[in-house]
């Protein structure tokens, strides 16, 4: 079996860290609304991957999660005025059984993203220990020198990821991803965060938003080489 691996640019023969047990992870979706073609397309193509591995090895375990903590979903919750978990548990059933429409099958595993925010948070200090991420202006920022192959899959350089930014490049310029951010409503710290009301969850949707992106980068980390 050969797949397309993005650091090389070249379709190579796929060998596996455990050839009697496959794991993969597809990054499912945000369930504030109905399920779109986008969300359809990586159901789609990851269940077609996954059948193919099954068909081949002996063992496979499929894992995709669900975003229930967002912006979108905090200002459905608002507009609505109905408690968060009301929206993501409708969707997320819509979700899947409009995926099962299209014979898609369910995934092994469908982790929801607040299960998992004081991992996430232990990720990070785990960076911060390392001396890989540091705190600036309520944020939490990855610290790009300290690994000299970031932006290897991308193909860009830093200049040109910074220049496209979403931070402010002045006083952020060595930065290109921002682990974990500050919030106006609420103060966090990295030994947890305060629990409280609607204002509260505005926060907590604020960190599981920036450490989805960790997470998508620590990933790419373990392609490319240990941090």
Do not use: W
């Amino acid at each position: 079996m050969k797949v397309f691996n993005t650091h090389s640019g070249k379709k190579e023969d796929f060998i596996p860290i455990d050839p009697e047990h496959i794991k993969i992870y597809a990054c499912g979706p945000t369930v504030y609304n109905y399920a779109h073609i986008g969300n359809a397309r990586m159901a789609v193509v990851f269940d077609t991957l996954v059948r193919v591995l099954r068909d081949i090895y002996p063992k496979v375990t499929y894992v995709s999660n669900i975003t229930d903590i967002d912006d979108k979903i905090i200002d459905a919750s608002n507009e609505q005025q109905v408690p968060i978990e009301q929206i993501t548990n409708k969707y997320t059933n819509i979700y899947n059984d409009d995926m099962s429409k299209l014979l898609v099958q369910a995934p092994d595993i469908q982790p929801k993203a607040t299960e998992y925010i004081p991992e996430m948070i232990a990720l990070i200090n785990d960076l911060i220990d390392k001396n890989h991420a540091y705190e600036k202006d309520g944020h939490v920022l990855f610290h790009v020198p300290s690994y000299e192959n970031y932006g290897s899959l991308s193909k860009r350089n830093r200049e040109e990821q910074i220049a496209g930014s979403r931070v402010e490049i002045a006083p952020l310029k060595k930065i290109l991803l921002i682990l974990f951010c500050g919030s106006q409503v609420t103060i966090h710290n990295l030994d947890g965060i305060h629990h409280g009301g609607m204002e509260d969850l505005a926060g907590i949707q604020n960190v599981q938003q920036c450490l989805k992106k960790l997470l998508g980068y620590l990933l790419i980390f373990m392609v490319v080489g240990e941090i």
